[in-house]
């Protein structure tokens, strides 16, 4: 194994002489490493080749339907506009919660406590 770890640092000593590396993006700049320490090791590649391919749980495309339902609200000039966008985020809204809830994730008792705290700092109302 020795001797290809000298072909390949000699091909590298090479390249940064004729200044291959050069051109790269992000040329200088701190790599961004992924913390992966949260997913188990034997499911970080399969881990990698689903985020990398756009798939998100379904928890989180939920989660992701819900925002953009909440700034839709927020653009509505009427009760009109508003009353069917407010039906189908209370809808999403229900679902996740049911999600959360077989997964054993939501604790019903606890966000009750501090469900309008929590709302109140997402939607920048500082009263407590």
Known sequence: MDIFRLIAE???REAMKNGDFEHFDGKGKPLMLEDLSHVPEELRMSYKILRN??????EMQLTKEIVS??????????EEEREPVRSQLNEKRLRYRMMAEAKGL??????AQYEHLIKGKLEGDDRQ
């Open 10 to 12: 000699e091909r590298i």
């Open 53 to 58: 391919s756009g798939y998100l749980p379904p």
């Open 69 to 78: 339902l909440q700034e839709l609200l927020a653009l509505c000039t009427s």
């Open 106 to 111: 939501y604790d019903n008792a606890a966000f």
